[in-house]
Nanobody
Protein backbone atom coordinates (compact mmCIF):
# COMPACT_ATOMS: atom_id res chain seq x y z
CA UNK A 1 0.00 0.00 0.00
CA UNK A 2 1.02 3.58 -0.67
CA UNK A 3 -0.55 6.53 1.11
CA UNK A 4 -0.32 9.93 -0.59
CA UNK A 5 -0.98 13.43 0.74
CA UNK A 6 -0.80 16.51 -1.50
CA UNK A 7 -0.06 20.03 -0.37
CA UNK A 8 0.98 23.39 -1.80
CA UNK A 9 -2.12 24.44 -3.70
CA UNK A 10 -3.57 27.91 -3.45
CA UNK A 11 -4.62 31.08 -5.23
CA UNK A 12 -2.05 32.77 -7.47
CA UNK A 13 -1.98 35.47 -10.13
CA UNK A 14 -1.45 34.61 -13.78
CA UNK A 15 2.26 34.30 -14.47
CA UNK A 16 2.96 33.23 -10.93
CA UNK A 17 4.60 30.10 -9.56
CA UNK A 18 3.58 27.33 -7.23
CA UNK A 19 5.14 24.08 -6.05
CA UNK A 20 2.94 21.12 -5.23
CA UNK A 21 4.23 18.40 -2.93
CA UNK A 22 3.16 14.80 -2.51
CA UNK A 23 4.23 12.97 0.63
CA UNK A 24 4.29 9.20 0.25
CA UNK A 25 4.36 6.49 2.89
CA UNK A 26 3.78 2.75 3.19
CA UNK A 27 6.30 1.57 0.60
CA UNK A 28 9.95 2.09 -0.26
CA UNK A 29 10.08 5.41 -2.06
CA UNK A 30 11.97 4.10 -5.07
CA UNK A 31 9.60 1.20 -5.71
CA UNK A 32 6.69 3.07 -7.32
CA UNK A 33 6.09 5.24 -10.34
CA UNK A 34 4.19 8.48 -9.82
CA UNK A 35 2.10 10.96 -11.73
CA UNK A 36 0.19 14.20 -11.43
CA UNK A 37 -3.32 14.61 -12.82
CA UNK A 38 -5.78 17.47 -12.69
CA UNK A 39 -9.51 17.95 -12.99
CA UNK A 40 -11.16 21.27 -13.69
CA UNK A 41 -14.82 21.90 -12.91
CA UNK A 42 -16.99 20.28 -15.55
CA UNK A 43 -14.06 18.46 -17.18
CA UNK A 44 -12.64 14.96 -17.01
CA UNK A 45 -9.44 14.13 -15.18
CA UNK A 46 -6.42 14.72 -17.40
CA UNK A 47 -2.77 13.75 -17.39
CA UNK A 48 -0.26 16.39 -16.33
CA UNK A 49 3.08 14.64 -15.76
CA UNK A 50 4.65 11.34 -14.77
CA UNK A 51 7.95 10.14 -13.38
CA UNK A 52 9.65 6.74 -13.16
CA UNK A 53 10.37 5.02 -9.87
CA UNK A 54 14.01 6.07 -9.90
CA UNK A 55 13.28 9.55 -11.23
CA UNK A 56 15.37 9.23 -14.38
CA UNK A 57 12.46 9.33 -16.84
CA UNK A 58 9.75 12.00 -16.98
CA UNK A 59 7.02 13.06 -19.36
CA UNK A 60 4.80 16.14 -19.38
CA UNK A 61 1.55 16.91 -21.16
CA UNK A 62 1.90 19.26 -24.12
CA UNK A 63 -0.26 21.84 -22.38
CA UNK A 64 2.24 22.21 -19.52
CA UNK A 65 5.53 21.34 -21.19
CA UNK A 66 8.14 24.00 -20.52
CA UNK A 67 6.16 25.41 -17.59
CA UNK A 68 5.69 22.47 -15.21
CA UNK A 69 8.37 20.11 -13.95
CA UNK A 70 7.80 16.85 -12.10
CA UNK A 71 10.55 15.60 -9.81
CA UNK A 72 11.07 13.35 -6.82
CA UNK A 73 13.31 12.98 -3.82
CA UNK A 74 13.20 9.34 -2.81
CA UNK A 75 15.33 9.95 0.28
CA UNK A 76 12.49 12.15 1.55
CA UNK A 77 9.65 10.06 0.09
CA UNK A 78 8.42 13.10 -1.84
CA UNK A 79 7.15 13.84 -5.34
CA UNK A 80 6.91 17.43 -6.57
CA UNK A 81 5.28 19.44 -9.31
CA UNK A 82 6.98 22.79 -9.87
CA UNK A 83 4.69 25.14 -11.78
CA UNK A 84 5.78 28.44 -13.33
CA UNK A 85 4.08 30.77 -15.77
CA UNK A 86 0.67 29.73 -14.47
CA UNK A 87 -2.37 30.49 -16.62
CA UNK A 88 -6.07 30.74 -15.71
CA UNK A 89 -6.69 27.53 -17.67
CA UNK A 90 -4.42 25.70 -15.20
CA UNK A 91 -7.10 26.14 -12.54
CA UNK A 92 -8.08 22.68 -11.30
CA UNK A 93 -7.82 20.20 -8.48
CA UNK A 94 -4.43 18.52 -8.75
CA UNK A 95 -4.00 14.88 -7.72
CA UNK A 96 -0.88 12.87 -6.98
CA UNK A 97 -1.01 9.19 -7.93
CA UNK A 98 1.22 6.12 -7.64
CA UNK A 99 1.48 2.71 -9.28
CA UNK A 100 3.81 -0.21 -9.73
CA UNK A 101 6.41 0.48 -12.44
CA UNK A 102 6.36 1.49 -15.21
CA UNK A 103 4.83 4.96 -15.12
CA UNK A 104 1.79 5.73 -17.27
CA UNK A 105 -0.26 8.59 -18.75
CA UNK A 106 -3.56 6.85 -17.99
CA UNK A 107 -5.32 7.68 -14.74
CA UNK A 108 -7.10 4.31 -14.61
CA UNK A 109 -3.78 2.47 -14.35
CA UNK A 110 -2.83 4.08 -11.06
CA UNK A 111 -3.60 2.23 -7.85
CA UNK A 112 -3.16 4.91 -5.21
CA UNK A 113 -4.41 8.48 -5.05
CA UNK A 114 -4.17 11.49 -2.82
CA UNK A 115 -7.21 13.60 -1.99
CA UNK A 116 -6.18 16.49 -4.22
CA UNK A 117 -5.16 20.11 -3.75
CA UNK A 118 -6.87 23.11 -5.35
CA UNK A 119 -4.92 25.41 -7.65
CA UNK A 120 -6.67 28.60 -8.73
CA UNK A 121 -5.05 31.06 -11.14
CA UNK A 122 -6.61 34.49 -11.50
CA UNK A 123 -6.12 36.90 -14.40
Amino acid sequence: QVQLVESGGGLVQAGGSLRLSCAASGRTSGSYAAGWFRQASGNEREFVARISAGGATTRHADSVKGRFTISRDNAKNMVYLQMVGLKPEDTAVYYCAAKNPPSSDSWNEYNYWGQGTQVTVSS
